[in-house]
């Protein structure tokens, strides 16, 4: 018996939607991705998290989440890379003393996933 389906903001969030495709992507769902986010993201809490039943907010999954699933295709080294990568290059010093490194960065002042300004690290 299905209740009414609970929204919450949190829900419209980017690292939301990255979270339900790491669900849907995984082949053990809810358990596979709790594993792999590990101690303090629970299956019982993501499950909660998912449906919209969370008592509390969700900061420190949220967080996680993004530092475990979140990835670009990096356009310069051809790979996937994680967000936290990419944040670093191109917000970090100018490698001046590294050719290939200046290289990359420069590609990161023009690449699509460049990360926003803010610190927080969440997009619009």
């Given at each position: 018996m299905n209740g009414p389906k609970i929204f919450r903001t949190y829900m419209r969030e980017?690292?939301?939607g990255v979270f339900k495709a790491a669900v849907e992507a995984d082949p053990r769902g809810l358990q596979g991705v709790a594993e792999r986010l590990?101690?303090?993201?629970?299956?019982?809490?993501?499950?909660?998290i998912l449906s919209g039943a969370y008592p509390a907010q969700p900061g420190?999954?949220?967080?996680r989440v993004l530092d475990v699933y979140d990835a670009?295709?990096?356009p310069y080294l051809g790979a996937d890379v994680?967000?936290?990568?990419?944040?670093?290059?191109?917000?970090?010093?100018?490698p001046t003393?590294?050719?290939?490194?200046?290289?990359?960065?420069?590609?990161?002042q023009t690449c699509p996933h460049q990360p926003p300004s803010s610190p927080s690290g969440e997009t619009p």
């Open positions: 980017r690292w939301f590990g101690r303090g993201c629970g299956r019982t809490a993501l499950s909660l420190k999954v949220a967080r670009y295709r990096c994680q967000a936290s990568f990419c944040a670093e290059t191109a917000r970090g010093p100018v003393w590294d050719p290939a490194a200046l290289d990359l960065r420069r590609c990161c």
